[in-house]
């Protein structure tokens, strides 16, 4: 079964250092997403890609976050600097045909000390 | 008003019991609903798609109903296995945006 990879799993940083977070998703899928998961709460959408073209980030913390995907296939998510309430899993996700839901990477938790 | 709001639980209850979790949502325009199951500390899975017509994958059964706006899953025979945290989301016009409930915690026990 296809799988959107993420890397790395775990991250433990420093506040006000960088950190970067790297997804590729299932071959084909024009669709990504990243995601920002709080211990408790639901997933909050940081931003979404249609091939590489950025179509929602209100969400995102423009001021440290970014989020490129040049080629329209792999992505990268970097905080700059890092806070500690940036501490939470980063899921990514993608999708080809949005009426058969959406395949999720197996997340980055994200700890910062 | 959050879009949408789902019971965060935990609802304990006894292996073979039928379980039902409700969610609704605020935007009349949502076009895709779904059921995902999360384990602790894991990536949400998707566990099945809800329609108007309603739907049965094996011991669940999701409903869809517009006019209310909101959705249910039913669970029959709990099983051990099916203690986790079950996610609503709807998707919303456009760019289909996924948004997601905060998830209702089930525990099933022995």
């Known amino acids: 079964e296809a799988e959107v990879a993420q890397s790395p799993r775990y991250k433990i940083t420093e506040k006000s250092q960088a950190v970067a977070f790297w997804c590729d998703p299932i071959?084909?899928?024009?669709?990504l997403y990243w995601y920002r998961q709080i211990l408790g709460q639901g997933p909050e959408l940081l931003v979404q890609?249609?091939?590489?073209?950025?179509?929602?980030d209100s969400q995102l913390p423009k001021d440290r976050f970014s989020a490129e995907r040049l080629k329209g296939v792999d992505s990268t998510l970097k905080i700059q600097p890092a806070e500690l309430g940036d501490s939470a899993m980063y899921l990514c996700?993608?999708?080809?045909?949005?009426?058969?839901?959406?395949?999720f990477g197996s997340g980055t938790r994200l700890t910062v000390v | 008003r959050k879009e949408v709001e789902q019971d965060p639980g935990p609802f304990n209850v006894p292996e073979g019991a039928t379980v039902a979790f409700n969610c609704t949502y605020s935007?009349?325009?949502?076009?895709?609903f779904f059921w995902y199951r999360q384990d602790c500390r894991k990536e949400p899975k998707l566990l099945m798609s809800?329609?108007?017509s309603g739907n049965e994958d094996g011991r669940f059964t999701a409903q869809l109903n517009r006019a209310s706006q909101y959705i249910s899953l039913l669970i029959r025979d709990s099983k051990l296995s099916d203690s986790a945290t079950y996610l609503c989301?709807?998707?919303?016009?456009?760019?289909?945006?996924?948004?997601f409930g905060t998830g209702t915690r089930l525990l099933v026990s022995p």
């Open positions: 809800v329609y108007s």
């Open positions: 989301v709807v998707t919303l016009t456009g760019f289909q945006k996924l948004v």
């Open positions: 071959s084909g899928h024009a669709t």
């Open positions: 890609f249609q091939d590489e073209s950025v179509v929602d």
């Open positions: 935007n009349s325009a949502s076009q895709s």
């Open positions: 996700a993608s999708s080809a045909d949005r009426s058969r839901g959406y395949t």
